[in-house]
Antibody, heavy 123, light 113 residues
Framework: QVQLVQSGAEVKKPGASVRVSCKAS????????LHWVRQAPGQGLEWMGW????????NIAQKFQGSVTMTWDTSLRTAYMELNRLKSDDTAVYYC????????????????WGQGTLVTVSS | DIVMTQSPDSLAVSLGERATISCKTS????????????LSWYQQKPGQPPQLLVY???TRESGVPDRFRGSGSGTDFTLTISSLQAEDVAVYYC?????????FGQGTKVVVK
């Protein structure tokens, strides 16, 4: 089982940027993609994109293209999600999650989640 | 994008009674190559991340009680809790992983009547 530990809560002003980290542990992490999902207060879940830790390739949902950057630090086994030009409606809990892999195939549902990072955007 | 519509938005069920949640997808999530439905279900309790309950529409995740059952195919799916327990009070979400972007339903809140 993969364990994911995220960085702490952040408070930012509109127009600023925020970087959330997600540290992965557990030998079964190899081969998984690392996904980011957000949840606005009292709202549902919204998939933002994934990063392939092996290659650094990313697939970012169209809504977030141009404002979200996803990176991976191999030495730290840590993923980062940076959100730029923050607006008040970016206030949300941001989760990292891994997908499900069996053999050499992976499928994009999420058995493992980080604890979540609350990002508050307020002037 | 595939739109996921859950019903009802909220459900009040007596302890020990059955709870049934519906999830409809705007297009089929059944794969013709492997005959699998790319549909999962999650439970989320306040202040916690979602927890995977069911994948491939009907396969229970390890450790999930057998009172949780997923069913359906194509565009119509159901999550059934056969005998509601107090610890099942939560919001339940369906998710499709057939076509990117992966999308979730709006959630169904289950409370005790």
């Amino acid at each position: 089982q993969v364990q994911l530990v995220q960085s702490g809560a952040e408070v930012k002003k509109p127009g600023a940027s925020v970087r959330v980290s997600c540290k992965a542990s557990g030998h079964t992490f190899t081969g998984h993609y690392l996904h980011w999902v957000r949840q606005a207060p009292g709202q549902g879940l919204e998939w933002m994109g994934w990063i392939n830790p092996n290659s650094g390739a990313t697939n970012i949902a169209q809504k977030f293209q141009g404002s979200v950057t996803m990176t991976w630090d191999t030495s730290l086994r840590t993923a980062y999600m940076e959100l730029n030009r923050l607006k008040s409606d970016d206030t949300a809990v941001y989760y990292c999650a891994t997908d499900y892999c069996s053999g050499d195939r992976c499928h994009y549902f999420f058995p493992s989640w980080g604890q979540g990072t609350l990002v508050t955007v307020s002037s | 994008d595939i739109v996921m519509t859950q019903s009802p938005d909220s459900l009040a069920v007596s302890l020990g009674e059955r709870a049934t949640i519906s999830c409809k997808t705007s297009q089929s999530v059944l794969s013709s190559s492997n005959n699998k439905n790319y549909l999962s279900w999650y439970q989320q309790k306040p202040g916690q991340p979602p927890q995977l309950l069911v994948y491939w529409a009907s396969t229970r995740e390890s450790g999930v009680p057998d009172r949780f059952r997923g069913s359906g195919s194509g565009t119509d799916f159901t999550l059934t809790i056969s005998s509601l327990q107090a610890e099942d009070v939560a919001v339940y979400y369906c998710q499709q992983y057939s076509t990117t972007p992966w999308t979730f339903g709006q959630g169904t809140k289950v409370v005790v009547k």
